[in-house]
Nanobody, 118 residues
């Protein structure tokens, strides 16, 4: 069972950038997909970006063109580069894994807080 730990969150000004990292306890090369989610106060958790074994990526409309997800199988990490940050990007960001196309996402960790403020 892979365990994931998010890091890299913090306070950033609008228009700024931040890079989040997700460290896995085991190899992720065989995992069907890795994804970044976020949850703002009073809102449901949403999928922000995902990347499959084949390298296919998908983004929520709200972050498309601003965020980039990537994976490094040799380091067992998944990153989320966030540029041109907006107030509405403020949320707790979570990393998760989907073992196969037939299964769902795994359990949730603590996440990392991202706050966009002046």
């Amino acid at each position: 069972q892979v365990q994931l730990v998010e890091s890299g969150g913090g306070l950033v000004q609008p228009g700024g950038s931040l890079r989040l990292s997700c460290a896995a306890s085991r190899s992720i090369f065989s995992i069907y997909a890795m994804g970044w989610f976020r949850q703002a106060p009073g809102k449901q958790r949403e999928l922000v970006a995902s990347i499959t074994l084949g390298g296919s990526t998908d983004y929520a409309d709200s972050v498309k063109g601003r965020f980039t997800i990537s994976r490094d199988n040799t380091k067992n990490t998944v990153s989320l580069q966030m540029n041109s940050l907006k107030f509405e990007d403020t949320a707790v960001y979570y990393c998760n894994a989907q073992r196969s196309a037939f299964g769902g996402w795994g359990s949730w960790g603590q996440g990392t807080q991202v706050t966009v403020s002046t």
